[in-house]
């Protein structure tokens, strides 16, 4: 499952919570994760953690779609 929003900044800040709360070294593990740009540039997408639910963010199960065909 994603986390999405228009909003790039609101999925940074997952990402924060959860590499700080899982308390990533930053020698193996640096982030939690990437946040991902949807072909058209106008949303974002995270990995969601099952340990950090954040219900102000819209779910997606899959990413299908939101890249370029020639990407994949």
């Known amino acids: 499952m994603y986390y999405t929003s228009t909003n790039k900044e609101e999925l940074e800040l997952y990402n924060m919570i959860v590499s700080r709360d899982e308390k990533y070294d930053g020698v193996s593990t640096t982030q939690w994760a990437n946040v991902i740009t949807h072909k058209d540039g106008d949303q974002f997408a995270i990995l969601a953690n099952p340990k950090y639910p ?3 963010l819209n ?10 065909e020639e990407l994949i």
């Open 54 to 56: 954040a219900e102000s």
């Open 59 to 68: 779910t997606l199960d899959s990413l299908e779609g939101w890249f370029e």
